[in-house]
């Protein structure tokens, strides 16, 4: 093992380039037509996920770098905070499209063509190739085990999407001579399956009882959170507060949209607001935006002129919702703009006020 | 009275059905828990397997991800991988926001988002970020993801963004900046057209002016610095090239 440790790996058509995080002079390289192949191992308890690349034996007239020979025919490459994935794809491209043959490279490095080099098959590495063939079949064996059942179980689902587009054609055909507890049934089992509600695009959405359940939930946990921001949040705050408090069995985002468009009919004390922009928020069913917007003048008055930036810094507010506000003061005549390269101002509309 | 029988008889039809669904939902869930407790590894861990499993989903008109309550998420565990990953997503954009306008890069995304899941998460893939991204959308708060290049870049403010706005964005991809010149010699726009999109870019904060620069003004793509960085290209050299 080699003290190479904390650094970051460069791909780039011709080299393999691992520069030191801390030191930036230290900066080490591997010309992509020395690597034999590569093979991902993956990570395990208290190991890290490696590529391992398998190289030709250095060729005579190498660039001098820190060891002039080794034992070992391959380095290892450790990925201690991931992104081996990504790294392991594009290698494995560059090596197949082999640019290096054709793209002439810059200055600097003098590539001396040793046609030879790239012929010479050691036998060691024959050994290596055989092991490497017999673990890709197993695997393929696996993946190919993992893609048939895969395969069939589409075969099912698809008789089910089957099933639920004849279903909702029946609905469409007797319209309102199906049962309201039926539709709830009917979107029920779409909601399981993930199918699309082919029939109903109307006010509650795709909504069923598991989105009443998730919307009075929603009601009780953003509770608080709301009345600490001013009584006002937008759906991606919402979002991630609360699946963060979750954990696990999180909300998909449709969940969340369906079960706030719920709120207002439940009659919660909460309610799902969109603005013209298409922004979507929840707010207090006692806070009213209007009002906020008089406020907000005042602030802009005393200011002169504000951003949306400079607003939502005064005020403690996201910019997206700062910008929301002042674009409903200016619906609704208090703040008129100036919108030049340097940014979006508001002030108050004197249009208004003195005449 | 035959009007009446005919209405019996049609809701009668749609129980039946509603009931044949329901029997062979509670088969289809079988079946799942038993791909899931054979192969739940292999998706958590295959990122290939992912998108064929995706693909395949997509194909036949089902939506893993639509609901955390749908089977697919319950057995495969798929829900909870995503949904979290777009509550990562979020907050990486809404950090850098300031500094992009909006519109990050997808690598750059993929490094930063890799750096706070910390070394003992699961490794995610840039497709894995895409498919969380295409959820995020219906949140409202502008998530959109535009093709530039041989990649892709992604947008988390609700500017609107057209045609014309998308073209010249990925114009500028190749350099991390573009000239009204270049648009007018690329695109054959007139100079008045050019000049509207650049300045709805500057305003969003997705472009900066550099009207210093030697032949005319240079709008640059902060989204785009990190990627430049990471060339081999340095910036001294990088100047060198242009005329």
Not at chain 1, 37 to 47: C, D, N, R
Not at chain 1, 109 to 130: F, L, N
Not at chain 1, 144 to 171: G, Q, Y
Not at chain 2, 50 to 68: E, H, K, N, Y
Request: charged share 25%.
């Amino acid at each position: 093992q080699v003290k190479f440790d904390s650094g970051v790996l460069l791909l780039s058509t011709h080299r393999l380039i691992w520069r030191d995080q801390k030191n930036h002079e230290c900066c080490i390289a591997v010309p992509l037509s020395q690597i034999v192949f590569i093979e991902e191992q993956a990570a395990g308890i208290g190991k890290s996920a490696k590529i391992v690349v398998h190289l030709h034996p250095a060729s005579s007239n190498k660039e001098p770098g820190p060891f002039q020979s080794s034992k070992y025919s391959y380095i290892k490459l450790s990925f201690k905070e991931h992104g081996q994935i990504e790294f392991y794809r594009r290698l494995s491209e560059e090596i197949t499209q082999r640019r290096w043959e054709s793209i002439p490279t810059g200055q600097a490095m003098q590539v001396k063509k040793d046609s030879q080099a790239g012929r010479i098959r050691a036998v060691g590495i024959v050994g290596i190739e055989r092991k490497l063939e017999e673990k890709r079949k197993e695997t393929d064996k696996n993946i190919s085990e993992a893609f048939e059942d895969l395969s069939k179980l589409m075969e099912k689902a698809k008789e089910m999407v089957e099933l639920s587009k004849s279903i909702a054609n029946k609905i469409k055909e007797k319209q309102g001579d199906i049962t309201e507890d039926e539709t709830i049934r009917f979107k029920s089992y779409l909601l399981s399956m993930g199918i699309a509600n082919p029939v109903t695009r109307e006010t509650y959405g795709s909504g069923t009882q598991y989105h009443m359940q998730l919307a009075k939930q929603l009601a009780g946990i953003l509770q608080t959170p709301l009345e600490e921001r001013g009584g006002i949040m937008s759906l991606t705050e919402v979002y991630c507060l609360v699946n963060r408090a979750r954990g696990l069995e999180l909300l998909s985002p449709e969940d969340l949209v369906n079960a706030c468009k719920m709120l207002e009919s439940l009659k919660l004390p909460l309610r799902l607001r969109i603005f013209d922009s298409g922004v979507m928020v929840i707010e207090l069913q006692s806070h009213n935006e209007e009002e906020m917007v008089a406020a907000a003048l005042e602030t802009v008055s005393e200011k002169g002129s504000l951003t949306a930036d400079e607003f939502a810094k005064l005020v403690g507010m996201s910019v997206l919702l700062a910008k929301e506000r002042l674009l409903l003061a200016e619906k609704m005549g208090h703040l008129c703009r100036d919108d030049s390269v340097e940014g979006l101002r508001f002030y108050p509309n004197l249009f208004l006020t003195q005449s | 009275l035959p009007q009446a029988k005919y209405k019996e008889r049609g809701t009668v039809l749609a129980e039946d059905q509603l009931a044949q669904m329901s029997k062979q939902l509670d088969m289809f869930r079988t079946n799942l828990e038993e791909f899931a407790s054979k192969h739940k590894q292999e998706i958590r861990k295959n990122p290939e397997f992912r998108v064929q499993f995706q693909d395949m989903c997509a194909t036949i008109g089902v939506d893993p991800l639509a609901s955390g309550k749908g089977f697919w998420a319950e057995m495969l565990g798929v829900g909870d991988f995503y949904y979290e990953l777009g509550v990562q997503i979020i907050e990486v954009c809404l950090a850098l926001k300031h500094r992009n306008g909006g519109l990050i890069t997808l690598e750059e995304l993929h490094q930063q988002v890799l750096k706070g899941r910390g070394k003992f998460a699961q490794d995610v893939s840039q497709d894995d970020l895409l498919r969380a991204i295409k959820k995020l959308k219906v949140l409202g708060s502008g998530f959109g993801i535009i093709p530039v290049g041989g990649t892709f870049l992604v947008q988390s403010v609700p500017a609107e963004l057209n045609m014309d706005h998308t073209v010249v964005l990925q114009l500028a991809e190749k350099k991390g900046f573009v000239t009204v010149s270049e648009i007018q010699a690329s695109l054959k726009w007139e100079t008045e057209r050019a000049r509207q999109v650049l300045e709805h870019l500057l305003k969003a904060g997705m472009a900066w002016l550099d009207s210093q620069a030697p032949a005319e003004p240079q709008y640059w793509l902060p989204a785009l610095f990190s990627e430049l960085c990471s060339q081999e290209l340095s910036p001294e050299h990088a100047r060198e090239a242009t005329p």
